[in-house]
Structure formats: structure tokens, C-alpha cells
């Protein structure tokens, strides 16, 4: 079974740094992009980029590129999103998902919370 | 930059037809793909490539398209199927695929 499993919530305080985590199994983690969605409360989907884990090829959405950064460690199937300074606005759910033009399937999601 | 349009909400009553409309410049040339989010769950695809159903997926959803519109439609709507859905596309007019997708809409099962 495909699946993404993401790492646990978050309560961080405005201008601290954060990695989340996204962790595939099921299928050869290295030959599909993996992409990340925020989804803020009671808002909608946005799409903010994705890495390809082969060659960590990254692109960006316009409205996230230089807002965080995006990694993955193949060794270790695993996915990443970080933020250097955190924000109050970067409060939010974020869903990771194996993407081929599709997003298929997604990760349960990481609950950040920013707030001093 | 490139948008997707949907409608915020659709009400219908159980064992009707709901039809979720989703309204893109690029459609005509990108494929369109269809998510279910259930309070408090990630989503779901439900629909790929205009038209194609994953497996898992129950027979009364199925997408169509026609120009620069794209459409989900649900038969015999069950109380289950109240969530949001959304559309998602690609706009491939630039250096590389951005990923886009609507703004959701509500389908409310009265």
C-alpha cells in the first residue's frame, strides 16, 4: 500500500524555524515527486511546490518560492518542508502528496500553529 | 496568474444529481482532477485526467468536460458524499507546471 505518513503537530513562536516531515513507503520513493499543499483554516487548497527525491529537482509555486524550503532525504524516504522565521500567517495545515499530474495519495497532515 | 473557478456551494437532496462545476482558460488543453475533503481528513482524488474514476471510488462519481469547463457529478447523493470538493489543474504556460487548484466547494446534502 502507498502511503505517506507526516510528522506530528507543531506550536512554534513567531521567527523560530521549523522542519516537517514527510515519510513515504510502499512504492520506490525515489521515481515520483513528492509536492506539499497548505491549507489554512477554513480555506482552501494551495499548492506551494515539490521535489522530485531522484535528483532533488525542487520547484516552487510564485506565492511560496523564498518563504520556505523544500528537501527530501532519499536514503530514508523521506520529505521535507522548513521555514527559517515563522510567522503568525503560517498557520496552517500542511498536507504532503506523491504528485504525477495528480496529487495521489496524501498525507494525514501537519497542524502548524504559530503564536507568541 | 492562472485560476480555476468554482461555484462556493451546491445543496442537493439525498438520491438526486449534484453537478460541481470547475471554470479554467487552460482546461480545453489540461487535464482536470477532482479531490473529496471530509472535515478534519485530508483529501481524496476522486476523479483524474477529466473523467477517470481510481479504484475505490464509488460509480456515481464521474467528471466530464467541455471547453473551458469541467464538471463532477455525483448520482444518487448519499448523506456520505457532504464535503468539500475541489478542482486542480496545470498551467504549464511557464518555464515549468504550476499546480493549480479552485477555491472548493461545498456540497451540502440536505
Known amino acids: 500500500e502507498v502511503q505517506l505518513v507526516q510528522s506530528g503537530a507543531e506550536v512554534k513562536k513567531p521567527g523560530e524555524s521549523l522542519k516537517i516531515s514527510c515519510k513515504g513507503s510502499?512504492?520506490?520513493?525515489?521515481?515520483?515527486?513528492i509536492g506539499w499543499v497548505r491549507q489554512m483554516p477554513g480555506k482552501g487548497l494551495e499548492w506551494m511546490g515539490i521535489?522530485?527525491?531522484?535528483?532533488?529537482?525542487?520547484r516552487y509555486s510564485p506565492s511560496f518560492q523564498g518563504q520556505v524550503t523544500i528537501s527530501a532525504d532519499k536514503s530514508i524516504s523521506t520529505a521535507y518542508l522548513q521555514w527559517s522565521s515563522l510567522k503568525a500567517s503560517d498557520t496552517a495545515m500542511y498536507y504532503c502528496?506523491?504528485?504525477?499530474?495528480?496529487?495521489?495519495?496524501w498525507g494525514q497532515g501537519t497542524l502548524v500553529t504559530v503564536s507568541s | 496568474s492562472y485560476e480555476l473557478t468554482q461555484p462556493p456551494s451546491v445543496s442537493v437532496s439525498p438520491g438526486q444529481t449534484a453537478r460541481i462545476t470547475c471554470s479554467g482558460d487552460?482546461?480545453?488543453?489540461?487535464?482536470a482532477y477532482w479531490y473529496q475533503q471530509k472535515p478534519g481528513q485530508a483529501p481524496v482524488l476522486v476523479i483524474y485526467k477529466d473523467s477517470e474514476r481510481p479504484s475505490g471510488i464509488p460509480e456515481r462519481f464521474s467528471g466530464s468536460s467541455s471547453g473551458t469547463t469541467v464538471t463532477l457529478t455525483i448520482s444518487g447523493v448519499q448523506a456520505e458524499d457532504e464535503a468539500d470538493y475541489y478542482c486542480?489543474?496545470?498551467?504549464?504556460?511557464?518555464?515549468?507546471?504550476?499546480?493549480?487548484f479552485g477555491g472548493g466547494t461545498k456540497l451540502t446534502v440536505l
Open positions: 502528496a506523491r504528485v504525477t499530474a495528480w496529487f495521489d495519495p
Open positions: 510502499g512504492y520506490s520513493f525515489t521515481s515520483y515527486w
Open positions: 487552460a482546461l480545453p488543453k489540461q487535464y
Open positions: 486542480q489543474s496545470a498551467d504549464s504556460s511557464g518555464t515549468y507546471p504550476n499546480w493549480v
Open positions: 521535489i522530485y527525491p531522484g535528483d532533488s529537482d525542487t
